[in-house]
C-alpha cells in the first residue's frame, strides 16, 4: 500500500503556476490535485478530502478570499490548513485573509522551497494538533470509564500527564532541531528516523567555508542599517540554495557560513553536493554584486572546501546551544576560504581526488596555511565539466 506525505489542493487560474507547484509537490510525495478557479475549488472540497488547500487570492470569478470565506464556514483551520498566495504588494490582502482564517500566506513569484516549507510545517501542525485532540478524546472515554473508580482514574491522569509531556518536548526538540537541519530532515529525525544528532559523534564530512570580501572595510564606513541589510539579503539568498543542496548550517559568523555535508544523515556524493552548492552561490553572489556596486559597495566573495573526519554535536550550556563541528577538516575549509581571491572556490588535492570527474580546475600551488605544518597543495574550481 502506497503512503503519501499528505494530499494537497492547488487553486490558481495561472497554468504555469499549478503544473509548477502540482510537478514538484508530487516529486516531494504528496498526492495533487488542482483547480483552475474558486467554483471548481469549491466543488472539489466538496467531493473529497484534502489535507491541505494553496489558494491564490486574485482569481477571476469567485476570488480566493471568498473561497476562503466559505471553506472555513465547513472546516476549521485545524482540520484543514488553507496557505493563501497574494503579491508581495497586497498587504490588504494578506490582513483579510488572516483575519478570514487563513494558516499561512506565500508570495509571488512563488519560491518552491518557501512553499514546501510552509505546507510541512502546516501539515506537521496539523499531525500535533490531531493528536493532541485523539489525546483529548482518549482522556473523556477514560474518564467516563473511570469515573466510580477513583484510583484508576488518577492512575490514568498521571500516565496521559507523561504522555503530554513527552508530547511537547517531541514538538520543542522538532523546533530546535529546525534551527540547524532542513523541515523534512528535523521531522525525520524527530520521528525516529535517526540517531539524535546533537549527541557528540565523529564522522566524514565535505566542509564548505565562505564569506565575503571587503565586508570589514564595508562594516567600518557604511551604516548599521546598510550593512544589515546587505547581510539579510545575502544570508537569504544563500540559505535558499544550503536547502537546496540539503546541506547543514554550521553557523554564521557574519558574513561567514560553514556548511557541512554527510551529517546529520548520511548522504551520497556529500563531495558532488558541496562543489555545486558553492558553484552555485558564486554564480548567485557575482548577480548580488552587481547591484551593490551600483550602490557603491566594494564586496565580493570567497570558498574554501575540505573533506575529512570532524566530531560533530551540541556545543553550548543550557539555554543555548550550537550545533558545531570540531576537527583538521573545519580549519583547512577555513584556511582555505582566507585564501581565496575574489571569486575562487579553493580546494586541496585531496577533495580534487574524489570530484575531478565532475570539474574543471586550475592549480593554484602549494600554499602554507596558519596552523597547518606543510603547504597544502591547492587548486581553484573553474566551472562544472560539460
Given amino acids: ?41 469549491l466543488t472539489l472540497t ?11 487570492i486574485m ?17 476549521s483551520v485545524a482540520d484543514l490548513p488553507v496557505i493563501m498566495a497574494t503579491a508581495k504588494d497586497q498587504s490588504s490582502d494578506i490582513v483579510e485573509a488572516l483575519q478570514l482564517g487563513a494558516n ?11 512553499v514546501l516549507a510552509r505546507v510541512q510545517t502546516q501539515l506537521s501542525l ?39 509531556q513527552e508530547q511537547l518536548a517531541q514538538l520543542e526538540r522538532l523546533g530546535r532541531l529546525k534551527r540547524f537541519f532542513s523541515p523534512q530532515l ?40 546598510e550593512v544589515m541589510g546587505v547581510l539579510r539579503e545575502y544570508h537569504a539568498e544563500m540559505g535558499k540554495l544550503i536547502l537546496a543542496h540539503e546541506g547543514t548550517l554550521e553557523r554564521f559568523t557574519g558574513d561567514g557560513m560553514m556548511i557541512f555535508f554527510n551529517d546529520p544523515m548520511p548522504m551520497p556524493n556529500p563531495e558532488e553536493r558541496a562543489i555545486r552548492m558553492a558553484l ?43 550545533y558545531g563541528a570540531i576537527g583538521t577538516v573545519t580549519n583547512l575549509a577555513a584556511r582555505l576560504c582566507g585564501e581565496a581571491k575574489p571569486g575562487q572556490i579553493l580546494i586541496p588535492q585531496r577533495l580534487l581526488g574524489t570530484v575531478e570527474e565532475l570539474i574543471e580546475v586550475e592549480p593554484v600551488g602549494e600554499v602554507t596555511l596558519k596552523g597547518f605544518h606543510r603547504p597544502v597543495t591547492t587548486y581553484n574550481v573553474l566551472r562544472p565539466k560539460a
Fill in 104 to 114: 499561512d500566506y506565500v508570495t509571488k513569484p512563488l519560491d518552491f522551497p518557501v
Fill in 126 to 164: 496539523k499531525r500535533a494538533m490531531q493528536e493532541v485532540r485523539r489525546l483529548h478524546d482518549e482522556v473523556q472515554d477514560q474518564a467516563a470509564q473511570l469515573e466510580a473508580q477513583s484510583v484508576q482514574l488518577a492512575e490514568w491522569n498521571r500516565t496521559l500527564e507523561q504522555r503530554v
Fill in 1 to 41: 500500500m502506497t503512503t503519501t506525505q499528505g494530499s494537497v489542493l492547488v487553486v490558481d487560474d495561472n497554468p504555469e503556476n499549478r503544473d509548477m507547484l502540482s510537478r514538484r509537490l508530487a516529486r516531494r510525495g504528496y498526492t495533487v490535485a488542482v483547480a483552475e478557479d474558486g467554483q471548481q475549488a
Fill in 59 to 75: 482569481m477571476p470569478g469567485i476570488s480566493g478570499l471568498e473561497v476562503l470565506k466559505i471553506l472555513r464556514q465547513r472546516y
Fill in 46 to 56: 466538496e467531493a473529497q478530502h484534502f489535507d491541505l488547500v494553496l489558494l491564490d
Fill in 280 to 322: 552555485a552561490m558564486r554564480e548567485r553572489v557575482a548577480e548580488l554584486i552587481v547591484k551593490w556596486r551600483k550602490q557603491g559597495y566594494e564586496l565580493d566573495f570567497g570558498v574554501g572546501i575540505a573533506q575529512g573526519y570532524a566530531t560533530i554535536g551540541a556545543i553550548g550550556f543550557e539555554g543555548r546551544w550550537d
Fill in 186 to 225: 528535523a521531522e525525520l529525525l524527530v520521528a525516529g528516523g535517526a540517531q539524535d544528532p546533537l549527541k557528540s559523534h565523529r564522522r566524514e564530512v565535505t566542509v564548505v567555508f565562505l564569506d565575503l570580501r571587503g565586508f570589514t572595510a564595508f562594516a567600518e564606513t557604511s551604516e548599521p542599517e
